[in-house]
């Protein structure tokens, strides 16, 4: 069982993750074979320090985008629009480990997104719940389109989570 600390770090890189702070050196960039580790705020930092994982990795010329969750914290709504706005929350996270690296949603090449069609973080039937998705994503990502494949799961590590999204830029190094 994780700590709830650790849990609330985890779920933290979501909302905390697009409010870089310079002046608190962020985004922070941590030397690693083949490229770097990419720490965008004090939040991804906890769930860096405290779960061991990093929130995005280059590795070459690509940019790995660890899972970021959507979905809604406590007395939160669980509806369509709702839905819409908590992941547009977590895109902006993935915006801003993006930036990060200089990169941009055209630079996605992959999204992999886990979905909890029938769990509690979101009431409604699995085409809402796609169609909220994809509305909101759709204000992020335009034409040409990353290849993706959506899952179908039974939970995420965030007990209302609703889809975890993860995602693969392709980001040429300036040689």
């Known amino acids: 069982m994780l700590k709830p600390a650790l849990l609330a770090a985890f779920v933290a890189v979501a909302s905390a993750a697009h409010a870089q702070d310079p002046a608190a050196g962020y985004p922070k960039l941590i030397p690693a074979p083949g490229g770097e580790v990419v720490i965008p705020s004090a939040g991804a930092q906890q769930a860096y320090d405290g779960l061991k994982y990093a929130p995005a990795r280059r590795a070459g010329d690509f940019l790995y985008i660890s899972g970021v969750i959507a979905g809604p914290r406590g ?44 769990g509690p973080g979101f009431k409604g039937t699995r085409d809402e719940q796609f169609a909220a998705f994809a509305k909101a994503k759709d204000e992020f990502m335009a034409a040409p389109h990353p290849a993706w494949t959506a899952v179908g799961t039974t939970g995420l590590l965030a007990d209302d989570g609703v889809v975890e999204i993860q995602m693969i830029a392709y980001a040429p190094r300036k040689r």
């Open 75 to 118: 007395a939160a709504e669980r509806d369509g629009p709702a839905f819409t706005e908590q992941t547009r929350r977590a895109f902006r996270a993935i915006e801003a480990m993006l930036k990060a690296e200089g990169l941009t949603f055209a630079d996605v090449a992959m999204i992999n997104t886990f979905h909890v069609w029938d």
